[in-house]
C-alpha cells in the first residue's frame, strides 16, 4: 500500500503542467524545466529487509540519492536512530553490489575514529610475521567506485574528518601518507559522500567547514504509515504521534521510539503478546525517560500495565 501511495503521488506531480517562467527572457531555473526522477521502486537491502521509497521534495529517495551520486553532490541525512538513515543509504546503492564488491562502502563512527580507520592500516600475518596493508572503507569505495557512507558522522573528532575534506572538494585522487609505497588512487564518478547522524546524541558535532562541504542536507523522520502496513499496532503509532506532537510544542524532550523499535515491538507482540512487547519497550526506554512512557502507554487498554520487562519468581514448571 505504501508503495502505491508513492508512485500515485509521483505520477500525480509529473502530470502537473510545468509553471511559466517568471520572465520571458530569462532561462527556466533546473527544477522548473528537468522532470521529476524516475522512480526506482521498492529495494531489498542486504540483510533482506524490503525498503519501501519515500517523498523527498517532490522526488523519490532513492532515485535522489543516486542522482547526487551522479553529480558527485555529497548529502548529509539527520534523524534519530532507528528512523532508517542507514536503511535509505543501503537501500539506493544495493543494485549497484557485485559479487565480492559491496555497492556501498560503511565506517561507523565513534569519538575514537581514526584517520587509519578511514584509510587502512599495516597488520601483522599470524603466520609469517609480515606486515601487509589491509585497506580502510574509505581507500575501498575510491578503489571501487562507490559511495562511502560515514554513519554517526557527528561523534568522529572534526579533525579526522579532514581525511574527507580534499576528495569532496574535488581533489581527482586519494594519497595514502602512511603507506608511500601506494600510488595515488584515481578518484571516479561513482564515488561520493553520504554522512548521517543524530545532532541530538551527547557529543554530537559537525564543524562548518565540513557542513559547507555537503551540498545538500535533509532530516529523516519515521514513516508511520509505512509502520502500520508493516504491521505496528495503531495504538502504539498513536501514543509515539502523541509523544512527537508534545516534543514539538517543546513539552517532552525524551525518548521516543523509532521505527527500528516499532518494528521490534509488532515482532514481539506477534511471537510474545501486547503485553510483554510494552514491557520489553520500556526497558529499552532510557532510565530518566521511562516514567513519561509509561503514562503514555498506558493511556492504551492493551498496555494499561506496562511496566519495564523484570524477572519475577521462579516458573512453576522448573525443576529443583
Known sequence: MHAQRIKRKLMEEASRPPAPPTHPSRPRSRSAATPLLTPIGPQTRPNGQTYEPRLLGGME?????RDARDHTEHVLMTGPPGSGKTALAEAAFVMDAKPGVPGLETIVGTADTTESDFLGTFVQDPVTGNFEWLPGPLMR???????????????????VLTVLYALMDGRGELRIPMNPALEPIKVGPGWFVIGACNPDVPGAHLSDALLSRFHHHFEITTDWDLAADMGVPMDLITVIKNLETRKSKHTYEGWIPQMRDALAFAEAARRYGTAFAAHSLLRKCPAADRDEL????RTKADYADAAPLALGERSKGSSR
Open 61 to 65: 529517495d532513492l532515485a535522489f540519492l
Open 141 to 159: 569505495s575510491v578503489l571501487n567506485d562507490v559511495p562511502l557512507l560515514v554513519d554517526e558522522i557527528a561523534l568522529i573528532d572534526p579533525r
Open 294 to 297: 509509561a503514562k503514555a502507554l
